[in-house]
Nanobody, 119 residues
Framework: QVQLVESGGGLVQAGDSLRLSCAASGGTFSMYVMGWFRQAPGKEREFVARISWSGGATTYRDSVKGRFTISRDSAKRTVYLQMNSLKLDDTAVYYC????????????WGQGTQVTVSS
């Protein structure tokens, strides 16, 4: 069982950058694929990015490609989401999630951190 705690959200202006962090405790960190999801008001939660257990493979939703970068630091048991050139549409609650490498569903979720992008 892994526990996830996100941090780093805040209020920024369009074009600014922000880095989210997700600290993991419990479980074997290297046994999990880590992902970031977001949910904007009135919308369903959507996938943003994920990173493989080794960090060697990453996947992004099209709208954030070239602007967001997901990374992981195994020594710190932390996953990051570097967000550059933020847009108004990036406003959402961002969630960190983990799934075991042998499974397809994300079973563990953080509490979320709010990102608000203003014009």
């Amino acid at each position: 069982q892994v526990q996830l705690v996100e941090s780093g959200g805040g209020l920024v202006q369009a074009g600014d950058s922000l880095r989210l962090s997700c600290a993991a405790s419990g479980g074997t960190f290297s046994m999990y694929v880590m992902g970031w999801f977001r949910q904007a008001p009135g919308k369903e939660r959507e996938f943003v990015a994920r990173i493989s257990w080794s960090g060697g493979a990453t996947t992004y939703r099209d709208s954030v490609k070239g602007r967001f970068t997901i990374s992981r630091d195994s020594a710190k048991r932390t996953v990051y989401l570097q967000m550059n050139s933020l847009k108004l549409d990036d406003t959402a609650v961002y969630y960190c999630a983990a799934r075991r490498i042998t499974e397809t569903e994300y079973a563990f979720w953080g509490q979320g951190t709010q990102v608000t992008v203003s014009s």
